[in-house]
């Protein structure tokens, strides 16, 4: 199993930066396919990013793509999400989780979720 915890969420206004990490224990974090998902109030839980074991592969949704950078760092035990140019409807709780298989989009597929950092992008 792996524990996951984020952190790095906060107020920003719109066009500013934050970076989302999430420190993981327990099993071997290099075996697991990281992702970050986020949910907006009222809305259903949405992918946002996805990253493979090595960090070779990654895969965004189209509406952060070009804006989000997911990475991770198998030594710290640590993936991260570089938020860039941020816009109101960024505003969420972003969730780090992870599976052993490969990347998916879907949150069902997950089994390991953090407790979720607040982002809020002001205008």
């Known amino acids: 199993q792996v524990q996951l915890v984020e952190s790095g969420g906060g107020l920003v206004q719109a066009g500013g930066s934050l970076r989302l990490s999430c420190a993981a224990s327990g099993r071997a974090f290099s075996t697991y396919y990281m992702a970050w998902f986020r949910q907006a109030p009222g809305k259903e839980r949405e992918f946002a990013a996805a990253?493979?074991?090595?960090?070779?592969?990654?895969d965004y949704a189209d509406s952060v793509k070009g804006r989000f950078t997911i990475s991770r760092d198998n030594v710290k035990n640590t993936v991260y999400l570089q938020m860039n140019s941020l816009k109101p409807e960024d505003t969420a709780v972003y969730y780090c989780?992870?599976?052993?298989?490969?990347?998916?989009?879907?949150?069902?597929?997950?089994?390991?979720w953090g407790r979720g950092t607040q982002v809020t992008v002001s205008s």
């Open positions: 990253i493979s074991w090595s960090g070779s592969w990654t």
């Open positions: 989780t992870a599976r052993t298989s490969y990347g998916s989009r879907s949150q069902y597929d997950y089994g390991y």
